[in-house]
């Protein structure tokens, strides 16, 4: 016998629908809760809930598995069933480490959780720690960014369902790897939603990706509740290591304590109770370091955020593109800034807003490692016009200028799926909305974004099309062809000196020194020092101090002379003083 709950506060009835269009009617127990039990049921068992006089069958809001797709029935699942072998695995701290983003449905050819397991190897290859997971749970149609999901506690069954998820964290334990989960609580998609129909999920005002979730208004405490047991299973029931919260500048909150705070708190204590460490990382457009700084200094004690400042940073230097939020960037001063204080945007002009934004970093505190850096993510590529990546524009030669002031910063950097061989392959937006005017509005709302930012409309790919999406899965024989296996081996061996130097992942912003001249750039870490040539000329730098070992270099004809070194165009050394 199982007993179902669900949570309807304005129905004035509630049925439980069984196989074979069998009707139970629920009791209203206190709270909005209704409950009802059913013998013969458990797991594997096919249900749904009817509202009022309604005879429509409506997914459970909490549902753990829709093997039928969104609008399908809910499928009972026990979570205990499931056999792990990573009793062992005592988890992946974030300081020091290093993420891989990927996509599961474009990562393979096959878009599952088991194909993805298949490639393991390679990330553990490339030497990172963690592996983190676009979005998974369930949203309507078969392909999707992941970020229109529904569902908030059920794995996209074509990826592979729950027991395909637990596969792939199983398998990532075995081989040493953290998973991180990316997940969506400011809205739900636009197919599929039911939980609202349920109860006051959501609030009147808007954030750009629909109506904001009710944190703060009437009834809302069992919504925040959603939340919080969404974030808790994720980090239990899947063993996952931490979660990337997805745009928490559009969750208003005005309540005491905000839910990010009650989140770090209920994680923390989860934490506690499994004694492995738990990640809490978000992705704000604030620039307010009251996120990540701990509860006990009167922060909201996440982990980490996103950085966007320091791509925006390394993107301009690197490219020369200054249109739309990239106009305040682009100098070498706009790149200190961020390595040296975290933000550049720390309470300071913003052209783009047509305000000042964002709020100073105290460097004393606050270290480096809570910002997660990167030169690309899904973002930043799949949303310019023709999803190009930096390997579409950039020379070889320029890539691993980057790359080797990426990581050689002292915040948590991160990699984009393929970017470790400079894949030629776009990453574009794409869809598989069922409904042909969902469909044509998004693909219309694509189009009016991109020429906002000065891309022409012809430029833009058609989300629905199939062909966008097959054209953004990796293309893993370019592993096999010289340019981008040595691109692949510059990463390991890049990876594997951060690694073996304290110095270059040492999170201390107040210890870092940064100086500058025409297109060059030198970086102190330490005892160890990065020099950059940024101009497509060589470039004689002077150093402050004499250089006691060539560590690594992004390409031949470096000379080390008495007082400085002579760096052919486009090219970074790093080295021991």
């Known amino acids: 016998m199982t007993e179902f709950t669900v ?11 069984l196989p074979g269009g069998r009707d139970r009617e629920m009791i209203s127990v206190s709270g909005g809760w209704w409950r ?12 749904a809930f009817v509202l009022d006089d309604s005879d429509r069958a409506l997914p459970d809001p909490r549902s753990a598995w829709q093997p039928a797709g969104v609008h399908g029935p809910s499928r009972l699942y026990d979570h205990a069933a499931f056999r792990w072998t990573d009793v062992a695995w005592t988890g992946r701290q974030l300081p020091g480490g290093i993420l891989y983003e990927l996509h599961v449905g474009t990562f393979t050819p096959e878009g599952t959780f088991d194909a993805v397991i298949d490639r393991l190897d390679h990330v553990v290859d490339l030497g990172v720690d963690m592996v983190e997971l676009l979005p998974v749970n369930a949203f309507d149609g078969e392909r999707n960014w992941g970020y229109d999901g529904v569902c908030w506690f059920a794995p996209h069954e074509p ?64 919504v925040r509740r959603y939340v919080v047991d969404s974030v808790l299973m994720w980090l239990r029931d899947y063993h996952v290591d931490g979660l990337r919260l997805d745009a928490v500048h559009a969750m208003p909150d005005t309540r005491a304590t905000h839910l990010l705070e009650e989140l770090a708190i209920e994680v923390e204590a989860l934490s506690t109770h499994l004694g492995r460490p738990l990640a809490l990382i978000a992705e ?25 400042d320091a791509h ?34 720390a309470g300071t002009w913003s052209s783009f807003r047509n305000r000042s934004h964002g709020r100073p970093v105290d460097r004393q505190r606050v270290p480096g490692h809570r910002f997660v850096a990167y030169l690309q993510n899904h973002d930043q590529v799949g949303n310019r016009a023709t999803g190009d990546r930096l390997a579409a524009t950039l020379s070889p030669a320029l890539l691993r200028v980057g790359a080797t002031l990426l990581l050689t910063a002292p915040f948590t950097p991160m990699l984009f ?66 340019e981008h296996r040595r691109m692949y081996d510059f990463y390991r061996r890049l990876i594997a000196l951060r690694r073996s130097r304290s110095d270059l992942s040492d999170p201390r912003l107040y210890d870092v020194d940064v100086r500058h001249g025409d297109r060059f750039l030198l970086v102190r870490r330490g005892e160890c020092l990065v020099v950059a040539n940024l101009a497509g000329k060589p470039q004689r730098v002077t150093l402050p101090g004499v250089v006691r070992s060539v560590l690594l270099t992004t390409g031949t004809g470096v000379t080390v002379m008495r007082d400085g070194l002579e760096l052919p165009a486009e090219t970074a050394a790093v080295v021991a003083l």
């Open 159 to 222: 990826y592979g369902g729950p027991d395909g998820l637990k596969r792939l964290v199983d398998a990532a334990h075995a081989k040493g790897l953290g998973v991180i989960l990316d997940v969506v609580y400011h809205h739900f998609g636009p197919s599929g939603a039911y939980a609202p129909t349920f109860g006051p999920y959501l609030r009147e005002r808007s954030n750009p990706w629909g109506r904001a979730v009710n944190l703060d208004g009437p009834q809302s405490d069992e």
């Open 7 to 17: 949570w309807a506060p304005e129905a004035a009835r509630v049925r439980l629908r």
């Open 417 to 482: 799926m393929g970017e470790e061989w400079a894949a030629s392959t776009p990453w574009q937006f794409f869809t598989s909305h069922p409904e042909p005017e969902l469909a044509a509005a998004v693909a219309a709302g694509r189009r009016r974004e991109f020429a906002a930012h000065g891309w022409p409309a012809g430029d833009v790919a058609d989300p629905q099309d199939r062909e966008t999406f097959l054209r953004s899965r990796l293309d893993w024989a370019e592993l096999d062809k010289p």
């Open 36 to 47: 009802a039990e059913a013998p013969g049921t458990g797991p594997g068992t096919d249900y």
């Open 284 to 308: 704000s457009d604030l620039n307010d370091p009251r996120l990540i700084t701990p509860r006990e200094a009167g922060g909201y004690g996440l982990h980490a955020q996103w950085n966007d």
């Open 312 to 345: 925006h940073a390394l993107h301009t230097v690197l490219t020369g593109e200054r249109q739309g939020y990239y106009g305040d960037f682009g100098s070498l001063e706009s790149l200190a800034d961020v390595l040296t204080g975290g933000y550049f945007h």
